[in-house]
């Protein structure tokens, strides 16, 4: 077969769809021989991708995402190369490709959390791109040959959204890389360099509306009472999302909080290594990878217990009602002084995190592949 995969995702510039796509292209590398691939990139992540295996081809499209160029020029890419299968790793099809696609539909985000704050759009802008969004997801799911998802969690959202054929619809669990020991820096200096003070509760991710943290801050100010010593780390890139947290932050009058800001690669190990816990309070998630990293780096980790993160993480975590403000701040409080729990917890996350598999994940996607 000659199968393409719009990677225009790849890597570092797709934040979590990046690294999903670049995952599955390393692994499908490692397990195909038999298939030849056409990997589509766009300049910023062109040097990114490496191919190690002759049967992977690199090829330039250097398209926007979600714009009216990746509708009109993406079909005359793809039609170029005679694929007997394209696989969208996310659901942004160009509607007017004629050929045979499989998607990957990681959550429905937009359709539980539709609503202006979630974007920094004007309101007429923003309800044009959220019609535009439905328009395309319902052509995607209709017109692939099959939609791979990442939870059964998500799987049923799908089909009680679209109200398809379950058949329709393969799981694949994402993973999580177990981690090196990152940079040869003191862990002094690393935290040092973010401002960061220990003993410290840990967030790492982005700050859009549905991961709740306005609850946490208000949370973590109710902890305070008891355990003024503590601090609250927050690591993610400075955008709009996390400048208006920080307004909520100094208008709740909220102290202990710490903004690291972009944690570099090398340097997270030894942020999430010295933290005494991971807090993880989201409202929604397709699969919810943050936790599972934390685990992988040996700490206690509270969750929200939301979406499909009971499925994915089982009984590795301790759960809390994510509108419930009190009982985020129980969980918080318990796991942060109860060394007995932390040890089971941090046990229990090392088993979990080894059920999952980038090169299962690859193998299940191959199937799908060779029989669409």
């Known amino acids: 077969m000659r ?4 990677a225009r995702f790849y890597g570092s510039v797709g934040k979590g769809l990046g690294r999903y796509t670049q995952k599955l292209i390393e ?4 397990i195909d021989n038999r298939n030849s691939y056409f990997i589509f990139l766009r300049k910023e992540n062109w040097n990114e991708y490496r191919p190690r295996n002759k049967n992977f081809n690199k090829v330039l499209a250097d398209v926007p995402w979600y714009s009216l160029k990746e509708q009109i020029f993406m079909p005359r890419i793809l039609k ?27 959550d429905l985000i937009l359709f539980h959390f539709p609503t202006k704050r979630a974007s920094t759009l004007s309101r007429f802008f923003y309800f044009v791109k959220l019609l535009g969004y439905r328009l395309v997801i319902r052509k995607a799911v209709k017109k692939s040959r099959a939609i791979i998802t990442v939870s059964k969690y998500t799987k049923e959202d799908i089909i009680e959204n ?26 002094e200096r690393i935290l ?17 509306p549905h991961k709740n943290l306005e609850r946490l801050l208000l949370a973590f100010k109710e902890v305070l009472k008891k355990h003024s010593h503590l601090y609250l780390v927050m690591v993610g890139g400075e955008d709009y999302f996390y400048a208006r947290l920080k307004k909520f932050v100094r208008e709740n009058k909220i102290d202990g909080v710490i ?11 030894t942020v999430y290594r010295e933290a005494v816990l991971y807090v993880f309070p989201s409202l929604y998630e397709g699969f919810g990878l943050p936790p599972l990293e934390a685990m992988a780096r040996n700490i206690p980790v509270a969750s929200s217990s939301s979406s499909c993160l009971p499925e994915v993480l089982g009984d590795a975590v301790y759960y809390f009602d994510p509108e419930g403000i009190s009982e985020i701040a129980g969980a918080i409080e318990e796991v942060a002084v109860n060394n007995e729990l932390r040890r089971k917890l941090i046990q229990a996350g090392q088993a979990r995190v080894r059920r999952y598999s ?14 669409h």
Do not use: C, M
Request: proline residues 5%.
């Open 3 to 6: 199968i393409g995969i719009d």
């Open 27 to 30: 692994n499908l590398e490692r």
């Open 162 to 187: 679209f109200k398809i054929d379950p058949d329709k619809i393969i799981i694949t669990y994402e993973a999580v890389d177990i981690l090196t020991q990152g940079a040869a820096d003191s862990r």
């Open 358 to 371: 980038w090169r299962k994940l690859a193998e299940k996607t191959l199937k799908v592949y060779e029989s």
């Open 192 to 208: 040092g360099k973010y401002g960061i003070i220990k003993p410290y509760l840990l967030y790492v991710g982005n700050a859009y």
């Open 259 to 269: 903004f690291a800001g972009y944690v570099a690669e090398e340097h997270l190990p």
């Open 80 to 106: 170029k190369y005679q694929l007997d299968l394209v696989h969208f790793p996310h659901f942004n099809i160009p509607l007017f490709y004629k050929g045979k696609f499989v998607i990957t539909i990681h």
